[in-house]
């Protein structure tokens, strides 16, 4: 049986991702800080559930510890957004918060177990965003992690390529999940809401993990470099149609 590890899998689109990769017939190793959250979907799917801040390297040895030897798929999914505010207002904790998650916490993550995914000839899944393309208005801090993590998956993706081992980024545009918003504005319901204002169909999670599990179920000579997905009402980050 193929083992697939997602980090970030207590909601979301690591859940759905977690969800549907054992559907595919994948154990899934679902890793979060919220651990009552994540026994409950492992019960569900029948998987693993491990306490995980990706920030934590003790937590992250003990992720690597119940992985074991061989490793199929990593989604390294656990990262988000804190704030939207201009730069000349910048809340530098909440940048440092997503720099540790984004950047420096899959880093980590991938770190610790990219031995038993060359191993496996497996498949390392990033879950970047459309916000690595370029900084947007109140988007400075999250942009600019999401970039350098996608930095880190290009270098990545040029050191291992005498490897058998696979370096894929997704990139999601709006996507509306329970808590992105909801945490990026910290419980605002009402601005978390107007993110997604008159857009008949955001994407959804399940939308975003079908993509990743395609992305990671490629044979093994298959590498997806690249995808970005959106919906179809929005054509780029300020082009939205609302009806
Ligand atoms: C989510 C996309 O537009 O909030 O990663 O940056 S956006």
Redesign the pocket.
Same mark, same amino acid.
């Given at each position: 049986m193929k083992t697939a590890v997602v980090t970030g899998a207590s909601s979301g689109i690591g859940e759905a991702t977690a969800r549907l990769l054992a559907a595919e017939g994948f154990r899934v190793i679902c890793a979060a800080r919220r651990v009552e959250r994540i026994e409950e979907l492992a019960r569900e799917i029948d998987g693993v559930a491990i306490r995980c801040d990706v920030t934590s390297q003790q937590d992250v040895e003990s992720l690597a510890a119940a992985v074991g030897d061989n490793l199929d798929v990593l989604v390294n999914n656990a990262g988000g957004?804190l704030g939207l505010e201009p730069v000349a207002s910048a809340d530098l904790d909440a940048w440092e918060t997503m720099l540790q998650t984004n950047v420096f916490g899959t880093t980590r993550v991938t770190k610790a177990l990219l031995p038993a995914l060359i191993a496996a000839e497996g498949v390392l899944v990033f879950v970047t965003?459309?916000?690595a393309d370029w900084g =947007?208005e109140g988007?400075a801090g =999250?942009?600019a992690a999401?970039a350098g993590e996608r930095s880190v998956v290009e270098a990545l993706r040029l050191e291992l390529v005498d490897k058998p081992v696979r370096v894929t980024e997704i990139c999601?545009?709006? $996507?509306r999940t329970d808590e992105?918003a909801l945490t990026?504005f910290g419980g605002d319901k009402a601005r978390a809401d107007a $993110?997604y204002q008159g857009v008949a169909e955001p994407l959804t999670a399940g939308d975003v993990g079908e993509a990743i599990v395609w992305m990671a179920t490629r044979p093994s000579h298959v590498n997806i470099d690249r995808m970005t997905i959106r919906p179809r009402a929005q054509a780029a980050?300020y082009k939205v149609h609302r009806g």
């Open positions: 957004a965003s459309t916000a =947007y988007g =999250y942009c999401k999601p545009g709006m $996507v992105f990026r $993110v980050q």
